[in-house]
């Protein structure tokens, strides 16, 4: 290690500390000068950004794209990203032979060609104003042109909905849509039960809606978030009212999908999801005891079991121990899967046949000490009677 002193290419004069082997030392130093010092290289780049900026906000106007929204530094940065994802887009429509099959979220496809993709992009920017739009997507010029094109055919089958029928859906959309007391959140959260049953979240992208559905168990499925339904789980409408209730609670404006979830989150009339399961773990051939989160009390009860070891995440128990186990579980508020219940069911008629089998098997012959000494008092007594015949 060793600093070097030397001039930049600015001018400036400045020191590097240098290291590795000796021999390249000097070389890594007039490396290192032949370039701008720190602050004027800085500088330049600001520069620079002002000056694509600048170049931007110019080819902005002459496409007459929106103004864009958001803070000064943002706008300033996302006028230039918006350019070259445009630039980027068009290059990739380009590319394409003559159209592509475009898949909405719900998995069904449309076909487009070149001259609607590039209508979706002119859509997609009129649509998107918000300078984060196009700041949190600067690297995903692909994904962007594929949501453009979503949302171009969903305003093309909207537009196919007569107006009547579709003023009837707002109606019923705004029927389904409750807001809380006090929102402090803006927009909707919309609901939905997806073709293959599970319950689906979509909201702007907000950094507590996000740590909200990662609590709630919901994952990010590349259009909405989505939380598989299943035995653990409970129904889906069961889910969808207490998420809807949880939101509604924070601020959010809530569409449901149904006026059943709707009543049920607001009346908070709905089975909670439960956290605690007794399975059956096959592979050990042995009860788990499951929660969710760190929870001391239930780890110390549910080690006290006979023969409760630690295992996976989950407390297990030997399945002999049922009865035990049927006592925590009831304590706890534990509930069991249909597979732990009929695992348990079998042990229990296991467990009967051994009893039945002690009855049924009773060993008479073997005697008590009384008859022992019953029957050597009674033998006595025969030679006894002998020695008086004998006498
Ligand atoms: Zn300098």
Request: glycine share 6%; hydrophobic share 35%.
């Amino acid at each position: 290690m060793a600093w070097y002193y030397g001039t930049y290419s600015c001018g400036h004069e400045g020191r590097v500390n240098i290291i590795g082997p000796t021999k390249d030392r000097q070389w890594k130093a007039d490396r290192h000068f032949g370039r701008m010092c720190p602050e004027c290289y800085e500088k330049w780049k600001e520069e620079e950004r002002d000056r694509k900026s600048l170049e931007a906000s110019e080819k902005s106007k002459e496409m007459e794209l929106p103004e864009l929204a958001g803070t000064e530094k943002q706008v300033k940065w996302a006028v230039t990203l918006r350019i070259s994802a445009i630039e980027s887009m068009l290059k990739m429509i380009d590319r394409i032979k003559d159209s592509v099959m475009v898949e909405y979220g719900d998995g069904s496809r449309e076909r487009m060609d070149k001259a609607e993709l590039a209508e979706a992009v002119d859509y997609g920017c009129m649509a998107h104003t918000d300078a984060r739009f196009w700041i949190d997507r600067r690297s995903e010029m692909h994904e962007t042109l594929v949501i453009f094109a979503r949302e171009y055919l969903k305003k093309k089958r909207d537009e196919e909905i007569p107006a009547d029928v579709m003023e009837e859906m707002l109606d019923e959309d705004s029927r389904l849509t409750v807001a809380p007391e006090n929102p402090s959140k803006a927009g909707i959260v919309r609901l939905s039960e997806s073709n293959s049953g599970s319950l689906e979240a979509r909201y702007v992208r907000d950094d507590d809606f996000l740590g909200f559905m990662k609590e709630k168990g919901f994952r990010w499925n590349g259009s909405a978030w989505g939380k598989a339904i299943d035995e653990f789980t409970g129904a889906i409408d069961d889910r969808a009212a207490e998420i809807g209730n949880a939101l509604l609670a924070n601020g959010y404006t809530v569409m449901f999908y149904s006026d059943r979830t709707r009543q049920m989150a607001i009346s908070g009339c709905f089975e909670e999801e439960s956290g605690r399961w007794i399975k059956w773990n096959a592979k050990r051939q042995m009860f788990a005891i499951c929660w969710d989160g760190y929870n001391d009390t239930l780890y110390q009860a549910a080690r006290k079991l006979p023969g409760a070891a630690w295992r996976d995440g989950c407390m297990m128990v030997p399945a002999e121990f049922y009865r035990e186990l049927d006592d925590f579980a009831e304590t706890m508020g534990f509930r069991y899967s249909k597979r732990a219940r009929m695992e348990e069911k079998r042990k229990a008629d296991e467990t009967n046949g051994y009893r039945k089998a002690d009855v049924r098997e009773p060993d008479r012959k073997k005697q008590t000490d009384e008859e022992r000494l019953r029957k050597v008092l009674e033998s006595s007594r025969t030679i006894i009677e002998d020695l008086k015949d004998e006498a």
